[in-house]
DNA sequence: TTGTAGGCGTTATCAG
DNA sequence: CTGATAACGCCTACAA
């Protein structure tokens, strides 16, 4: 019979990079179970479907072979990878560190393989990176995204797709809710006697600056609070370097910054102009990033519990994925205020220019 | 005709979770640009190999369209994913952070996609991920993995394979050169007057580890300086303050160790013991890692330089899945001694138990 | 230069 | 419960 040549006739167009022998597949097993392949493809993809001695020899010939599937045959006609897409805005900061590890932990935990990408924070970038993985991907992950809302949606048009750490109307976001924290430190500070607060925004565009802007108001207002609003040029070390005489003579004896770079940059400069921080101005960040602890004073900080975040994320995705829809789309997690040294008592009257 | 359903007729198995519209094929493109599907292929795939004119047809209909090659149909005939993979040992260890930039970089640049895993550290995690990712990709880069040499070998033989951290027999390797760092921190300190150096080991079986003590003991026997190692039970924070007493009491003014994170923890609990760094001891670490300029003072370290690594480790794949062969397949990258606070001269007498 | 036809490995449909 | 057969979208000899 020419059934033989079935699986290995014609020349192969595939050619692996060294080793010459083709992967088994289903024809192959097929033949040394004595079944059909269609029948085969239903054993390993569906027991049950088939009795009990013919699923028992197909797994057994599978197992003998050492058969793997071939994912992008499976994808083709399924039109399902078992991808998942993650798109932070930068890989270099540690503070996705925990996002990419949450959606990692799940996703495994089901199954799926996780396909990594970087924005380096530019609108541009972040799209090609998003269009490029689109085809490859079951589902779709963006961290913090810069593109416009426009965008995020056609994205969710496409495939399922779940936002971090923004909220986007009618699509499945993951956000921390930053009251919370920032309600703890604003009271942590007003009992160590500060009375006007200041806040380190990040970039202009930046969903969450406004949104810490906003807490930071409302709970000096709430709190009989004078509150002020510093900006930053970059949100990275210098930038907060860069803010520190504008911190100064802002009249503010307690900062909160848009996240915990730009705080250690700020106390960097601060000590280097002999301000001692707390005792003549208190720091507080955002994010608790890995380093956090390791300045001295160690960093007061509003934690976001990032692990939780890409759990969750990674759960909703595959949620969608199964057909599932989020009536409301929008996920809290709470924050938390994680007191170390940078901030606490003012330290009698401060007088600087 | 019936031509014209060629490409829309029949159910639709890909049933894509919202949009109801499918994406465009080349079949799509063909009929809009009224040429054959092969000629869409080969226009789109190998311009040149087709005349001018038809080109511009294709091309045309492609972008009003909004084409996308289905990654999938593509690998299947070919083989090729244009995807590569990247193995790190821990994704929440900032030292990896530069090189999934570096590989990230190189990668995009030729138009490949990276797929990112973590091993969690454990033998088990890296091999599950290793086999996941092996259908996918073209390529695979293991950063510092901790499998042994014969399962590195084995996935050497199925695509290529390119180790960074650690040298493998007959497989590309990307290791920084580590002597010259050390020459460089050991000289250092001996002219800052310290005369016996110790190195705290990271774990047991790390290659990095064994490569750095060699290098200690090199440089300490050529400037004729008193070598000592001790042993930390794990290179974290915590690690490294455990080890703090064993340091004190070996007698050593200058330590060099396994990474900045125990360098950083090492740091911690000698100043909370009032040992003042560098003036009673001296700490170098290694990698120069995310936040090791953080700390006060802050951390001198050799630094690796993980980008060139990253980029390095991908250009290679990328050369052998062009069927290059590496005669010498391992690639040497220089460290340099990083001089900051935390190491310096050996202030007096310094007696301690 | 372009069209035709067959195959890549798997799943789904439909008879048997 | 199982076998045949037709997609899935793309690529590439081969023929025109």
Redesign the interface.
Known sequence: MSEVEIASGATR???????AKPSPTIYDIGKVAGVNPSTVSRALSKPGRVSVKTRKLVEDAAAQLGY??????R?????R?S?LGLIVAD??N?IY??I??GT?STALGQDY??????SAETTQTELTAA??????VD?LILVSPCMDDTRIHEL?????LVVINREVNDVTCVVPEVNKGIGEAIRSLVVNGHRKIGYVAGPPQSWMSKRHWDGVQAACDWSKLESVRLESDRPTVDGGRRVAREVVSSGATAVLTYNDILA?GLMQEL?AASVVVPDEISIVGFDDM??AD???PPLTTVRSPMLTCGKEAARLVLN??N?EVHSTPILHVDTELVLRGSSGRLSSGRLLT
């Open positions: 167009i595939n050619k692996p990079a060294r080793s793997q599937v071939n994912p992008f045959a994808a083709l006609p399924t039109g990878t991808t890989i270099t540690p560190l925990d990419v590890r990692e393989t996780l396909m990594l990408a970087d269009r490029r993985m689109m085809p490859f589902g969710a048009g496409e495939k399922p250690i000590q890995f380093g390791f300045t001295t969608l994925l057909g």
